[in-house]
């Protein structure tokens, strides 16, 4: 099976229920699941991959608190792109490798994120100026 390579785009919003309206005018998704993720310290919307079924996500990512990344992002950038999301097979080795290589990571260990499944961000300074989220890629069910 073939992994794709990107799961999302997140995005940066501050009015999440206007967002929300504009994003589904575009996908045809009038709400998206929502999920709280009270260890980041946000909440997220997660719009269905392009409207063919297929392709990556968009991610409506807001802060739920004043001290979240996020909330830090949104002040001193604005709203726009926050982070692109890959999927890796197995994340604990690709974490391994990216440490072993030097690349600094903002999760040494995988966290879990809103869908449930493991996640961990590389530090922007060593991904170009980009925030990247590393998503294990979810095992298929028997």
């Given at each position: 099976?073939?992994?794709?390579?990107?799961?999302?785009?997140?995005?940066?919003?501050?009015?999440?229920?206007?967002?929300?309206?504009?994003?589904?005018?575009?996908?045809?998704?009038?709400?998206?699941?929502?999920?709280?993720?009270?260890?980041?310290?946000v909440?997220?919307a997660?719009?269905?991959?392009?409207?063919?079924g297929?392709?990556?996500?968009?991610?409506?990512?807001?802060?739920?608190?004043?001290?979240?990344p996020?909330?830090?992002?949104?002040?001193?950038?604005?709203?726009?792109?926050?982070?692109?999301?890959?999927?890796?097979?197995?994340?604990?080795?690709k974490?391994?490798e990216?440490?072993?290589?030097?690349?600094?990571?903002?999760?040494e260990?995988?966290?879990?994120?809103?869908?449930?499944n493991?996640?961990?961000?590389?530090?922007?300074k060593?991904?170009?100026?980009?925030?990247?989220e590393?998503?294990?890629?979810?095992?298929?069910?028997?």
């Amino acid at each position: 099976m073939d992994i794709p390579l990107i799961s999302h785009v997140g995005i940066a919003v501050k009015d999440f229920e206007k967002s929300l309206k504009k994003y589904a005018l575009i996908n045809g998704e009038d709400r998206p699941p929502i999920h709280d993720v009270a260890d980041q310290k946000v909440k997220v919307a997660i719009f269905k991959g392009g409207c063919c079924g297929g392709g990556a996500r968009v991610e409506l990512v807001t802060p739920t608190e004043d001290d979240s990344p996020v909330a830090k992002f949104l002040e001193s950038k604005g709203e726009g792109l926050h982070h692109i999301c890959l999927y890796v097979e197995d994340i604990d080795a690709k974490l391994a490798e990216l440490k072993k290589a030097g690349v600094r990571l903002i999760d040494e260990t995988p966290r879990i994120g809103a869908e449930g499944n493991k996640i961990a961000f590389v530090h922007p300074k060593d991904m170009n100026g980009v925030l990247i989220e590393l998503e294990e890629f979810p095992k298929p069910t028997l």
